[in-house]
């Protein structure tokens, strides 16, 4: 009886522009107060819904304490899985993992403390009945609640079928038009949390290499296109094969009239000789210590 409530690169399976929408918010527009409201206003009428129902052999339990105790139980859900899901999804398109496997990790992880609560209740109306349930029983009765509960509230908070734009610019507003991208301009040729975590942008044929924080990512389109959509601020092309982001700049070194970049991740990328004058003017090699 034990339970909680509560956006490939992209989706694998799945086109990646299919799935987002054109509109970004910061992280804390999923934390507000009254997000929070509507929240546990959905988990309330679920809980109210569950408890008249009775699932899990609660039924046979007295209506006032079944409704309280599923009540209790999808709020309790809400205080831990949502804030685990939001941070699981930040920290996930950070290191570049696809929004549906950090999401789905945070509720496995978060559903461990949720089993106990529900198990905790349980023992306290009804001790005869929980007694006969065992933990694994309890965790897998909580994840299958879990699960689902918590993929219905992302696809409400996060805009019904954007839910992937939610991991990628962890927030969301409705589309303004029937047409989907991938980055806010110009069409978007990339998953735009795969640009937003990657740290170097590599050439192979007709191709980019995607490199972020231990992991890279092959997709098929012209790096210049992608550099162009990019713009000076997040980063520049500093070489016909290679587009660098601004942040991810550790230390230079110059080779004779040439200089190499080498990252925070460790990865050393070359300089054409005829981009040094617009690293210098766009204050790059300023903000960067130069190498031994």
């Not at 978060?110 to 029983?137: D, N, Q």
Request: aromatic share 10%.
């Amino acid at each position: 009886m034990g339970q909680g409530s509560s956006r490939n690169d992209r989706f694998e399976a799945a086109e990646p522009g299919d799935w987002f929408g054109d509109g970004i918010v910061e992280f804390g527009d999923l934390i507000r107060p009254e997000r929070w409201a509507r929240l546990l206003r959905g988990t309330t009428v679920a809980g109210l819904l569950f408890g008249i129902v009775g699932p899990y052999g609660s039924f046979l339990a007295k209506p006032t304490s079944r409704l309280f105790y599923w009540t209790m139980l999808f709020w309790a859900g809400t205080l831990i899985l949502w804030p685990a899901v939001v941070s699981g999804l930040r920290i996930g398109v950070r290191r570049g993992f696809p929004p549906w496997f950090t999401g789905a990790v945070a509720v496995l992880l978060a559903s461990i403390p949720l089993a106990g609560v529900a198990a905790a209740g349980c023992y306290m109306f009804w001790p005869v009945h929980a007694s006969g349930i065992r933990p694994i029983e309890w965790y897998v009765q909580t994840v299958v609640i879990a699960m689902p509960a918590v993929t219905v509230a992302l696809w409400f908070e996060a805009g019904r079928p954007q839910l992937p734009q939610m991991a990628s610019g962890l927030g969301f507003s409705p589309p303004r038009s029937g047409r989907s991208m991938s980055l806010p301009i110009r069409g978007g040729a990339l998953p735009l949390h795969l640009v937003e975590a990657a740290l170097c942008l590599q050439m192979e044929d007709h191709h980019v290499r995607v490199h972020t924080v231990g992991r890279s990512y092959l997709h098929l389109v012209p790096l210049r296109q992608v550099a162009e959509e990019l713009g000076p601020e997040r980063g520049l092309q500093v070489h016909r094969s290679w587009w660098v982001a601004r942040s991810a700049v550790s230390t230079w070194e110059e080779q004779g009239r040439s200089i190499m970049l080498t990252l925070t991740n460790g990865m050393r990328v070359p300089v054409a000789r005829n981009r040094v004058a617009v690293l210098r003017a766009s204050g790059w090699l300023d903000s960067t210590q130069p190498g031994k």
